[in-house]
């Protein structure tokens, strides 16, 4: 289901979908995905409201999406060897991103 919640750092509302609920010493923490701008955020439990009639129905800007079969590499270095090799990797390194987001341009 698809809330209204208010992002610090857009300073406005935005519609976005809960993923995760976080209780803390002042309140709970919501982990939020905002489909109009594809970005991720946390936000207070004061901060969120049901989306109301017509504006539940308009469609997301942005959709989650995942690269087919494509697994993250990275270069791994043996400096006792002397030998680099390209293997898998736990995530994406900051290059890769930097150079796929040109690539997309």
């Known amino acids: 289901q698809v809330y209204v919640v208010f992002s610090e750092e857009l300073k406005c509302w935005c519609r976005a ?5 976080r209780c803390q010493a002042d309140g709970y923490q ?19 409201r049901v989306l109301a009639g017509a504006f539940a129905k308009i469609p997301d800007r942005a959709k989650k ?12 270095i043996d400096y006792c060897e002397n030998t ?6 736990k995530r994406w390194d ?9 690539l997309l341009e």
């Open 30 to 48: 919501l982990g939020c995905f905002l489909v109009d701008y594809a970005k991720y955020c946390s936000v207070p439990s004061e901060n969120i």
């Open 17 to 21: 979908l809960v993923e995760s609920v």
């Open 84 to 89: 680099a090799k390209i293997g898998p990797a």
């Open 65 to 76: 999406c995942r690269l087919h079969c494509t697994k993250p590499l990275t270069l791994h």
């Open 94 to 102: 900051t290059a890769a991103i930097h150079h796929f987001r040109k």
